[in-house]
T-cell receptor
Framework: GAVVSQHPSRVICKSGTSVKIECRSL??????MFWYRQFPKQSLMLMAT?????????EQGVEKDKFLINHASLTLSTLTVTSAHPEDSSFYIC?????????????FGPGTRLTVT | AQSVAQPEDQVNVAEGNPLTVKCTYS??????LFWYVQYPNRGLQFLLK??????LVKGSYGFEAEFNKSQTSFHLKKPSALVSDSALYFC????????????FGTGTQLKVEL
């Protein structure tokens, strides 16, 4: 149980284009989903927290107009990187918490490798 | 503010030997502590957690961790390391009443050699 999927696993896009990454909780309802960014050999940097049906809360320094997050249902959140640039190339990971769990545990997706050329 | 420290960037251990990956934390109130493992180009996999109860927590793949309140530590241990344990390990924390936003340590690369 508690499986989170991400799609796509890898994406290459040209500078100036937008790319959408999907995060789905497959067998549970996710109260909250988190989006992280990870640089090589570094820790996870929390970008934003999204709750179903409400606007995402962005961490300081994260451009909300560049990284659009939508959490339209209890099983799906999307991250859209708009007007991508090479510096946006990174590993993006989502996680979700179970609506019916009180244990604060986050379940992580497998990640999406974004390369902007 | 919450913080999690993993003082070692890398830990090397021979297969069959015990391993320890260190973690210390600073949170407001009662801590909720987690260990995750990450293999290359993959997301994080949950290993174990401490919420309340026994200070020694047993988790997946033979790992365990000991919660030490006085030392504010939550070190990850395994009695006998395997080469397949080689990966990046993250300690994370939140606290009771603090919501479910985790603070992560910087990660420790574990290398188990034959």
């Amino acid at each position: 149980g508690a499986v989170v999927s991400q799609h796509p696993s890898r994406v290459i896009c040209k500078s100036g284009t937008s790319v959408k990454i999907e995060c789905r909780s497959l067998d549970f309802q996710a109260t909250t989903m988190f989006w992280y960014r990870q640089f090589p050999k570094q820790s996870l940097m929390l970008m934003a927290t999204s709750n179903e049906g409400s606007k995402a809360t962005y961490e300081q320094g994260v451009e909300k107009d560049k990284f659009l997050i939508n959490h339209a249902s209890l099983t799906l959140s999307t991250l859209t990187v708009t007007s991508a640039h090479p510096e946006d190339s990174s590993f993006y990971i989502c996680s979700a918490t179970d609506l019916f769990s009180t244990a604060y545990e986050q379940y992580f997706g497998p990640g999406t490798r974004l390369t902007v050329t | 503010a919450q913080s999690v420290a993993q003082p070692e960037d890398q830990v090397n251990v021979a297969e069959g030997n015990p391993l320890t990956v260190k973690c210390t934390y600073s949170v407001s109130g009662n801590p909720y502590l987690f260990w995750y493992v990450q293999y290359p180009n993959r997301g994080l996999q949950f290993l174990l957690k401490y919420i309340t109860g026994d200070n020694l927590v047993k988790g997946s793949y033979g790992f365990e961790a000991e919660f030490n309140k006085s030392q504010t530590s939550f070190h990850l241990k395994k009695p006998s390391a395997l080469v397949s344990d080689s990966a990046l390990y993250f300690c994370a924390a939140t606290f009771e009443g603090g919501g479910n936003k985790l603070t992560f340590g910087t990660g420790t690369q574990l290398k188990v050699e034959l």
